[in-house]
């Protein structure tokens, strides 16, 4: 099983800054990565997959790169709405496919 | 629009067993692989089985191999998770997503809780 290891567990940050969310797997998993956003109470949206690309509907200061075991996350200018917990998860080597522990994206 | 609406969540004593469903509306089911996912309380997401199209392939994760089982009725556009020998580390809200790589598509969820 890959395992996604995500840090840092809780990032705080003030709006209108920049924020870099990180992501590590045990092995490679290519660029077969994605990243979700979850708020409270809700489920959890797409946001990036294939490592960089945007699903539809996502703005523009989300973007995502790497590939191999590393990858990141950048929200360029944060947005209230922005705040929440963010979550990678790999997809290339399943079954299963596997989620990291997530990262806490607070106001600061 | 594309909603998938899960039901079935309950509480359950340790052993027992439920049904969740998952309706979907604004999709035609049998065109897409379907996915169970789950999420502990203050946990991870952690995905459970998954389905292809036709129903003739499906993969459950080793935790749930032989209790839980995935299954879909495409002509009435509903996913299953049959769970049997439920335990307290099961408890956790269970989403019906579309797909079984990347998920685009989840359900509000419903809560198991899985107590004496």
């Known amino acids: 099983e890959t395992v996604m290891t995500q840090s840092p567990a809780t990032l705080s940050v003030s709006p209108g800054e920049r924020a870099t969310l990180s992501c590590r797997a045990s092995?490679?998993?290519?660029?077969?990565l994605a990243w979700y956003q979850q708020k409270p109470g809700q489920a959890p949206r797409l946001l990036i997959y294939h490592a960089s690309t945007r699903d539809t509907g996502i703005p523009a200061r989300f973007s995502g790169s790497g590939s191999g075991t590393e990858f990141t996350l950048t929200i360029s200018s944060l947005q209230s709405e922005d705040f929440a917990v963010y979550y990678c998860q790999q997809y290339n080597n399943w079954p299963p496919v596997t989620f990291g522990q997530g990262t806490r994206l607070e106001m600061k | 629009e594309v909603q998938l609406v899960e039901s079935g969540g309950g509480l359950v004593q340790p052993g027992g067993s439920l049904r969740l469903s998952c309706a979907a509306s604004g999709l035609t089911l049998s065109d897409f692989w379907m996915s169970w996912v789950r999420q502990a309380p203050g946990k991870r997401l952690e995905w459970v089985a998954n389905i292809k199209e036709d129903g003739n392939e499906k993969y459950h994760v080793d935790s749930v191999k032989g209790r839980f089982t995935i299954s879909r009725d495409n002509a009435k556009n509903s996913l299953y998770l049959q769970m049997n020998s439920l335990r307290v580390e099961d408890t956790a809200v269970y989403y019906c997503v579309r797909g079984h790589l990347g998920f685009n598509y989840w359900g509000q969820g419903t809560l198991v809780t899985v107590s004496s």
């Open positions: 092995q490679s998993v290519s660029t077969n």
